[in-house]
Every structure is written in C-alpha cells, then in structure tokens.
C-alpha cells in the first residue's frame, strides 16, 4: 500500500531555510509525479512545485520560484523540497502527493490530480 511521509518542517525566522523531505512507500512503478502543497489557516489550498520521475520535469508557482528548489532521490523514491529565503507568507501546513504517470512527463500543480496524499508538515516563518 503507497503510503506517503513529510517531514522537516518546524519555526525558522524570516529569511532562513528548511529542506522538507517525503519518502514514499509502497511504490510499484518508477513512473510518478511527486507534487508539494500547501495550506495556510483560512486559505485555500495551493500548489507549491512538483517533478516528474520521466525526464525531471518539474514546475513551480511563481511566488516560490527563485526561492524553493524540488529534488529527487530516485534510489530512495524520496522528494525534497529545499525552501530559502522563508517569508511569513510561506506559513501553512506542506503536504506531498503522488499520482502514477502513464504517457505523461509532466507534472501539475492540480490537486484533484493526485490521490495520495501524505499527512502533511507544518511550516512556521516567523520572529
């Protein structure tokens, strides 16, 4: 059974760093893309980066782009994602989730895509 775990997250200042990691488990294809989302309290949830295990495919928001870095260990079906640069806004709870990859390379930042789902890290910014 696929089981998805986040972890990494905790209280950093504003301008610091925290590299979030999700290992996945129960995995039996090498075709998948891993995706990063976030909530925050009140707000809807939204897409942060993903990757695609085809070809390293990856996309990111434009509000994280320049700041956040997504990677992959392939050899431990792990996804990182690297987060410098940590603003107040980037407070909220980070889930990871996967969807198998059939003809596609892609990836997209479209929740209803993906339906695993790990149970999330919490990420604090903040003085």
């Known amino acids: 059974q696929l089981q998805l775990v986040e972890s990494g997250g905790g209280l950093v200042q504003p301008g610091g760093s925290l590299r979030l990691s999700c290992v996945a488990s129960?995995?039996?294809?090498?075709?998948?893309?891993v995706a990063w989302f976030r909530q925050a309290a009140g707000k809807e949830r939204e897409g942060v980066s993903c990757?695609?295990?085809?070809?390293?495919?990856?996309n990111s928001a434009d509000s994280v782009k320049g700041r956040f870095t997504i990677s992959r260990d392939a050899a431990k079906t792990t996804v990182y994602l690297e987060m410098n640069g940590l603003k107040p806004e980037d407070t909220a709870v980070y889930y990871c989730?996967?969807?198998?990859?059939?003809?596609?390379?892609?990836?997209?930042?479209?929740?209803?895509?993906?339906?695993?789902w790990g149970q999330g890290t919490q990420v604090t910014v903040s003085s």
């Open positions: 129960g995995l039996s294809t090498d075709r998948y893309a």
């Open positions: 990757i695609s295990s085809r070809g390293g495919n990856s």
């Open positions: 989730a996967l969807r198998r990859l059939l003809f596609d390379t892609n990836c997209y930042l479209i929740a209803q895509g993906y339906p695993n």
